[in-house]
């Protein structure tokens, strides 16, 4: 009688302890990659098929939003948990030489929550916020490892003169004077797998964000062959701000399929590990999709019909694919049409992590939601603000989308209103029909935002119009 009771407390105890494991968390983050360059959302032209499986043995997301339109500000908002009306970095800023404007030295990121929760933290590809030895480094906001490119710029080239490993420059000698040798995304991507590899047996936070598909648009010659001349009549780019590409439908499909494989590749090496079950893999986008250096999201219908591109705040320049697999725990080939966005990062992690937040957030967890349980919080409302481009803000409330645009050269600009569950296509403005809602919205709007340091991400006061 005696071991039978100890039989059963230590199977209690065992399964008590395997339910508090803390889970791995990677965060994939593609860049530039809209809601339609996925083959589960439809892309027909070519396939992504390792995508495709994340999706088939996890959740899809339908109403997933960026942090922002553009890369700097999306980045913030998803490590810091607030919308760009609240985000210390609000858009896209260079510091010459290298680097973009930093974060402030007290934000409190993402990294940090998980760091103090046990983890091993680690972000490999692409930084964007804050030039090599400013107070924002990734090693100075709560990352233990850091492998590839500080500044967005410089991530422009597939293959640059050299990455960053942790807080050193390493120099890619195959990129020297006119050499093109050594691909840097595959530097990155070993780095990526050995991080998971050295961090097997403890929880770690892997974020990886890969620079495929922004321009240049460029792929090694072994993506290229499977490509070039299936997509004609070709889209050729001029050299100008980017090198010239002949062959853009080849370049871009070539790009994510290297994407692709990436993820595939990484799945593998969890199974092999042994930890694929213990271990969320969530990949999405940081905006939508680009037209530069020779990329055609026309050709591709990368919006998947929505309006708008990359920098843009109507649909297509933030609605983004959104898939979170966890085998075991997120149940197999589900939807949500949840309504979330990178914001609510920080607090979902948060509560997997089992480590409570004290910092204030504008996101809402979506364990709930992965998880298939009730209880799930709604956001009143969703809010984005961008300053290039003369200036523009939307909000998601339910179905319903406001917009407007040129509010740095008019503040009282009018609000254009869609109701998305009907018009993801936003081309029926019906903010006539609803002066109610208007005045809604616009309240929303000026109540959304807080003032930056940085005038550039403030937006002129009602009947003072920026010249």
């Known amino acids: 009688m005696v071991k039978k009771l100890a039989s059963i407390l230590f199977c209690l105890v065992a399964a008590s302890a395997a339910q508090a494991r803390q889970p791995n ?29 994340l999706a088939e043995q996890g959740m899809r997301f339908t109403n997933h939003y ?11 908002s998803f490590l810091t948990g607030r919308h760009t009306g609240n ?13 973009q404007t930093p974060m402030p030295e007290d934000t409190y990121t993402l990294a940090h929550h998980l760091k103090k929760a046990g983890y091993k933290t680690g972000i490999f590809g692409k930084w964007g916020l804050g030039y090599p030895g400013s107070v924002s480094e990734p090693l100075k906001m709560g990352f233990d490892k850091f492998y590839g490119y500080n500044c967005q710029y410089l991530a422009h080239s597939y293959y640059p003169a050299w990455l960053w490993n942790d807080d050193k420059r390493e120099f890619l000698w195959g990129n020297v004077g006119s050499f093109s040798k050594d691909y840097a995304p595959e530097f990155i991507h070993k780095q990526t797998l050995d991080f998971i590899r050295e961090n097997k047996d403890k929880p770690f936070f892997c974020y990886y964000a890969l620079v ?45 399929n290297v994407l692709d494989d990436y993820v595939g590749e990484l799945v593998a090496e969890l199974k092999e590990l042994g930890i694929a079950e213990d271990t969320l893999v969530i990949f999405t986008s940081d905006n939508g999709a680009h037209e530069e250096g020779g990329a055609d ?52 992690f948060a509560e997997l992590a089992n480590e409570p937040l004290t910092v204030e957030t504008d996101g809402v967890s979506i364990v709930p939601t992965l998880l298939g349980e009730d209880g799930q919080k709604q956001h009143d409302f969703l809010y984005w ?21 040129d509010v740095s050269v008019d503040p009282d600009s ?23 809602m208007v005045e809604e919205f616009n309240k929303f709007i000026k109540q959304s935002h807080t003032t930056s340091p940085n005038p550039e991400w403030n937006f002129p006061t009602s009947g003072k119009k920026k010249k």
């Not at 968390?25 to 892309?43: C, E, F, K, T, W």
């Not at 960026?66 to 700097?72: D, E, I, K, L, R």
């Not at 050729?236 to 701000?241: A, R, V």
């Not at 009018?414 to 109610?436: R, S, T």
């Open 25 to 53: 968390i990677i965060y994939i983050l593609a860049d530039d990659l809209g809601y339609g360059d996925v083959s589960y959302n439809g892309q027909d032209k070519f396939r992504t098929p390792n995508i495709d499986a």
């Open 212 to 256: 495929q598909p922004h321009a240049d648009m460029i792929a090694p010659e072994e993506y290229m062959e499977k490509y070039r001349g299936k997509f004609l009549p070709e889209f050729e780019y001029k050299e100008d701000y980017y090198k010239g590409q002949p062959e853009g439908h080849a370049a871009f499909a070539a790009m994510v």
């Open 414 to 436: 009018p609000l254009e209103l869609y109701n998305i569950a009907k018009d993801p296509g936003e081309k029926n403005n019906v903010a006539a029909e609803h002066p109610e």
């Open 66 to 76: 960026s942090g922002s339109a553009v890369c700097a500000p999306s980045r913030a």
């Open 385 to 405: 603000e961008f300053h290039a481009k003369k200036g523009m803000v939307a909000i998601r409330k339910g179905d319903w989308k406001g917009v407007r645009y």
């Open 87 to 99: 985000a210390p970095v609000r858009g896209n800023a260079e510091h010459p030489p290298e680097g």
């Open 297 to 348: 999201p026309v050709y591709f219908d990368s919006s998947s019909g929505r309006r708008g591109f990359k920098r843009d705040l109507y649909e297509g320049g933030i609605h983004v694919p959104m898939v979170a697999s966890w085998p075991g725990k997120i149940a197999a080939g589900s939807e949500s049409d949840q309504i979330s966005a990178f914001w609510d990062m920080l607090p979902t």
